[in-house]
């Protein structure tokens, strides 16, 4: 399944709601540090409820680390932006990537962008910068989990009816 990378997020309630999103499809989170927060946070604490200790979280000192992580499984970065052109509804997801999100406040730096493997964004209104970190991270992982038969992907509820999974 893919896994949710976090660069240096800024805003702990955003973190807590990811971690809790993630333990509860039972999805791996990788937290590149520093963090604009004690990752201890009383505010992620809350907002991850009693899932963080069921989360499925490495932390790396740096992007570095995170790529000496990274390599030996060989999954692409996939890195969403405001800064691409090409929707996260028109890519195909591979089971392996890594679905990289940038801080709240900066995004990522212009070497990691440069980097990514494939860069995506989440098409909205004229005139609007972006949205929620933690409402984007579950926008494209869904949509990466319906294209590579993740947990959301199995829906016994309606067997008659034709699924695309492009």
Known sequence: MPRIVLY????????GAILR???CLGLGVDLIEPAGFDLSDRGMKRAGMDYLERAALSRHLSFAAFEEFRRPAGGRIIL???KAEQSYLN????????????RE?????DDVHAMA????TVPMQ????????AMTVAMVTGEALRQTGGPAADDSSDKDAP???A
Do not use: C, E, K
Not at 8 to 15: A, G, S
């Open 163 to 165: 699924h695309d999974r």
């Open 8 to 15: 240096q997020p800024d805003i702990p309630h955003n973190t």
């Open 105 to 109: 406040s900066a995004g990522v730096p």
């Open 21 to 23: 999103f993630a333990a």
């Open 91 to 102: 890519f195909h997801y591979h089971p392996g990537d890594f679905l990289l999100f940038g």
């Open 126 to 133: 004229p005139g609007l910068r972006s949205l929620n970190l």
């Open 80 to 82: 969403l932006t405001t």
């Open 117 to 120: 493997d494939h860069r995506l």
